[in-house]
Each structure stands twice: as C-alpha cells, then as structure tokens.
C-alpha cells in the first residue's frame, strides 16, 4: 500500500522566516495530495491541497509544490506568524478505489516571537 | 467550523466494554471516513462509506464494526475495548462525485476515547 514519509519531525523558526515541510510517497498511482494543519487537542484542518495534474498552487503565504518524477511534494510557508504554530501533516491518496488519506508522521512547527 | 459534527466528545470506559461513536458528515457528502490517532500510531485509517455502502477498509480490528444510516450520519462500534485503543477517533466527510481526483476531506471535532 501507499506510504508517507514527512521530514523534519520537529522545525523551529523565527516569526518571519520561512519554513518548508518536505514529503514521498511511495504509490505512483497516488493524485491527490493535502496538507492539514492541527493545533493542540483540535481536528485537522485542510489548508492547501495539490492534484497530480498541477506542480505548483499558491494561496496567501502558504504554497505547496508536487514533483511527480521523484515522487515528492513540499509545503511552504512564508513570513512566519506565531499562529502558524502547530503540528503539519501531509497526505496522498489516489482518485479511484480507495481514496483514504494515507497520513505522514507529522511537522511540529514551532515559530518563535 | 468544518460542518462535520461528532458525539460524543470524550468517552471514558473500561475495558472489556462496548462503545458507539457517532459521526454526522457536511450537508451533501456522500462518504464518511473514521481515522484513528494515536500517539505511537499517528493518523491512521480505518473505514470509509460512500452512500450507505462500505467502500474500504484499512487498519480496523476486527472487533470494531461501523455503518452508515440512510441519513448519511455513521457510527463506529468498537466492543471488547482494550486500554491499546485509547485515542482520537476522527470522521471525515467529502463530496466525492465521480472522477479520477481525490476529493477534500473535512474532519470532525473527533472524540477522545480513554479506555481504563
């Protein structure tokens, strides 16, 4: 089956700095790839997702890129706020048969004031 | 707010019993997922339903069960509780008409299960 990888487990960065979240995946057939964002105790919550058919989507300070190729896609936020703190997980699934979510091991991103 | 709504919200219960959760998707999904997270697990899929029918499964014991009514809201049996399945249970809900690309997936608050 699928399977995820997520790096770093842990970034930390200064409010205003940039963080990336790197991921691969293992399944070629795999289309659809979201990233969810969950704070402490709450349910993950969808904020930028990428379709096989686009390698790059843009929305405010956060944009994700997907390389088909070498099976990897990226997430990227800019001018950091404290706000964005919390935990960042990427997922793939494929369009047709089963479309779960299969989940990365998650980001913990620290953004320091 | 994502529209997804789930009862209850913690559960607490001992182990060798039998626990319902309920989950009611966004008005006009079709399909309700269940995802478990644990710490040691992270998130993790257990079973979907599309319109009534079970469509997938991925890692649910077989102990736990679940359906979805003709109202579209689902429910997780889990019986022969165990203390290895406290965690997070989350259901999502999406669209997904037809086509080759995935549909966004909205979860619900989830509810915490602590099994003692």
């Known amino acids: 089956g699928e399977n995820v990888e997520q790096h770093p487990s842990t970034l930390s960065v200064q409010e205003g700095d940039s963080a990336v979240i790197k991921c691969t995946y293992s399944d070629s057939a795999s289309n659809y790839f979201p990233w969810y964002k969950q704070e402490l105790g709450k349910r993950p919550q969808l904020i930028i997702d990428i379709r096989s058919n686009v390698g790059e989507k843009k929305d405010q300070r956060i944009a994700v890129t997907l390389n088909k190729t070498a099976k990897h896609f990226s997430l990227h936020i800019t001018e950091t706020q404290p706000e964005d703190s919390a935990v960042y997980f990427c997922a793939a699934s494929k369009g047709t048969g089963r479309r779960a979510l299969t989940f990365g091991s998650g980001t913990r991103l620290q953004v320091q004031p | 707010d994502s529209g997804v709504t789930q009862t209850p919200k913690h559960l607490i219960t001992a182990t060798g019993q039998r626990v319902t959760l309920r989950c009611s998707p966004r008005?006009?999904?079709?399909?309700v997922y269940w995802y478990q997270q644990s710490l040691d697990q992270g998130l993790q899929f257990l079973i979907q339903y599309y319109n009534g029918e079970e469509r997938a499964k991925g890692n649910i014991l077989e102990r736990f069960s679940a359906q979805q009514f003709p109202d579209l809201h689902s429910e997780l049996n889990l019986s022969s509780l165990e203390l290895g399945v406290s965690a997070l249970y989350f259901c999502?809900?999406?669209?997904?008409?037809?086509?080759?690309?995935?549909?966004?997936?909205?979860f619900g608050p989830g509810t915490r299960l602590t099994v003692t």
């Open positions: 999502a809900s999406s669209v997904e008409f037809g086509g080759l690309a995935g549909s966004e997936q909205y």
């Open positions: 008005s006009g999904d079709l399909s």
